[in-house]
C-alpha cells in the first residue's frame, strides 16, 4: 500500500528511474533515433528520386510517342503521294497505250479500206461479167 508520506524507497526508485532513463537515452534511444531519422531521410530522398526518375521517363515516353506519331503521319503521307505517282504514272501509260492502240487501229482501219477498194474493183468487174453470162443462158440471148 501507498505510505503518506512516502518513504525513501519511492525516491530511490523514482531516482535510480531518472538515471536509467538518461542512460538509455544515451546510449540506446539516440542512437536508433538517429538511425531511425537517416533511414528515413534516405527513403524519402529515395522515394523522391524514383518519383522524379519515374516522370521522367513518362516524360521521355510521352516524347517518344510524340515522335512516333509524327513519323506515322510522315509515312503515312509519303505513301500517299507514292500512291498518287504511281496512280498518275498509270494513267499516263493507259493514255499512252490508249493512243497507240486507236493509231494501230486506224492505221488498219485505212489498210484494210484500201485493201477492200483494191479487190472491190476487180470483183465488180468480174461480177457484171458472171451477170451478163447468167442473163445470157437465162434469155437465151447474148447482151
Same mark, same amino acid.
Given at each position: #500500500? !501507498? $505510505?503518506?508520506?512516502?518513504? !525513501?524507497?519511492?525516491?530511490?526508485?523514482?531516482? @535510480?528511474?531518472? !538515471?536509467?532513463? &538518461?542512460? #538509455? $537515452?544515451?546510449?540506446?534511444? /539516440?542512437?536508433? &533515433? @538517429?538511425v531511425l531519422e537517416a533511414r528515413a531521410a534516405r527513403t524519402s530522398g529515395e522515394s523522391t528520386r524514383a518519383e522524379t526518375l519515374q516522370a521522367e521517363a513518362r516524360a521521355q515516353a510521352a516524347e517518344v510517342d510524340a515522335a512516333l506519331d509524327e513519323v506515322r503521319? &510522315?509515312?503515312?503521307? &509519303? *505513301?500517299?503521294? !507514292?500512291r498518287g505517282r504511281s496512280e498518275e504514272q498509270e494513267r /499516263?501509260?493507259?493514255?499512252? *497505250?490508249? /493512243?497507240?492502240?486507236q493509231a494501230l487501229l486506224e492505221r488498219e482501219r485505212a489498210v484494210t479500206r484500201s485493201q477492200v477498194e483494191a479487190v472491190q474493183v476487180p470483183l465488180r468487174a468480174e461480177a457484171?461479167?458472171?451477170a451478163g453470162q447468167v442473163v445470157a443462158k437465162v434469155l437465151g440471148r447474148t447482151v
Open positions: #500500500m !501507498i $505510505k503518506l508520506p512516502p518513504d !525513501i524507497t519511492f525516491v530511490i526508485q523514482v531516482v @535510480s528511474f531518472l !538515471i536509467f532513463w &538518461q542512460i #538509455m $537515452k544515451r546510449l540506446l534511444f /539516440a542512437p536508433v &533515433q @538517429s503521319r &510522315q509515312g503515312v503521307r &509519303q *505513301a500517299e503521294e !507514292i /499516263a501509260l493507259l493514255e499512252r *497505250a490508249r /493512243a497507240d492502240v457484171e461479167r458472171l
